[in-house]
């Protein structure tokens, strides 16, 4: 028969304790609950009244859109007795061509951009020279500058590139502009990374651009997407460079559902409908990457 031997507490080994430690809780998932309190209630129904404000013209822009050739309702909150998908396939027919424009503007100008901020946000954030300061002032300065301010000049530097007027000369532009904010998310964000991984890497024989390509790069997926949908969002949605920048073979969406306005009448169901068509990439742009968006903007908050 086996005897159970006893293991005998010592100074040097302290006895086991039969006691085990309990199992931690698992958190509960938080559910939903009505206010308490009067202050509860107000905000709540003062939240409510503005969902229902940003929703309205949501709405209106979609009822409108699809009463197809019936005109809108005489009641701007009544929905179409026979909706019909008649708008939108006018607005496709005449927008398809500018939307695929906007495409090849945006995702190159955006990408490259973004890839240059993140550039500069790790120099000057993790290799500071002389004047590296100033630099960045200077290049926040062009955040401010109205585009309305610089439009000759930009369309004397294409010119003299041969790039106005097309599609190129629209992403040269648009990336130049991007740098400034690209590299402010950038030089935030880096500067919450610690320098301790850059020494690590330095001393493994990595340099200045090794250590960005296999060490920061891989790191920089949340400023990406913060870039990113700020770049795509204001590409996608500039006016002022496409109707002066380019012809009419080069014109993003907004400056063709601009046109969608006749001289004498309106069709309004086709104008909501290409609306809705503009609209549609930059909403589905944030409904795929917003929940990585306000991770990515307090990513750099805490260091």
């Known amino acids: 028969m086996a005897v159970e031997i006893l293991e005998q507490p010592t100074p040097s080994r302290p006895a086991r304790s039969a006691q ?11 559910s939903w609950r009505l206010p308490k309190t009067p202050g509860g209630w107000t905000v709540l129904g003062v939240c409510v009244i503005a969902t229902l404000g940003m929703f309205v013209p949501v709405y209106v822009i979609i009822s409108t859109a699809l009463s197809g050739s019936t005109g809108a309702p005489s009641f701007f909150l009544a929905f179409p007795d026979a909706p019909s998908l008649d708008a939108f396939k006018g607005a496709w027919t005449k927008l398809h061509g ?35 300061n100033a630099l960045f002032t200077v290049l926040l300065v062009g955040m401010f500058i109205p585009f309305q301010a610089v439009i000759i000049p930009v369309f004397q530097f294409l010119n003299m590139l041969h790039l106005q007027g097309s599609i190129a000369g629209l992403i040269v532009v648009h990336i130049i502009y991007g740098i400034p904010i690209t590299t402010l998310i950038f030089r935030n964000y880096y500067e919450g990374i610690p320098n301790a991984i850059v020494e690590a890497a330095s001393i493994d024989g990595a340099g200045i651009w090794k250590t960005y390509l296999r ?25 002022l460079f496409g109707f002066i920048l380019a012809s009419p073979a080069a014109w993003p969406a907004t400056v063709s559902l601009n046109n969608l306005i006749g001289t004498t009448t309106v069709n309004y ?6 609306a809705v068509l503009v609209a549609a990439p930059t909403v589905l742009l944030y409904l795929v990457l917003g929940r990585f968006f306000v991770s990515g903007l307090t990513a750099g908050a805490v260091k």
């Open 20 to 30: 085990r430690r309990p199992a931690p809780v698992a958190r509960k998932p938080r």
């Open 98 to 132: 500018s939307l695929l424009n906007s495409l090849q503007i945006t995702i190159p100008a955006a990408a490259i951009s973004c890839l240059l901020g993140s550039i500069n946000g790790y120099i000057l954030s993790k290799f500071p020279f002389k004047g590296s």
């Open 215 to 239: 060490v920061m790069l891989p790191l920089s997926v949340p400023g990406f997407v913060v870039a990113g949908i700020f770049q795509c969002t204001n590409i996608w949605n500039d006016f």
């Open 269 to 274: 169901s086709e104008l909501m409908a290409g």
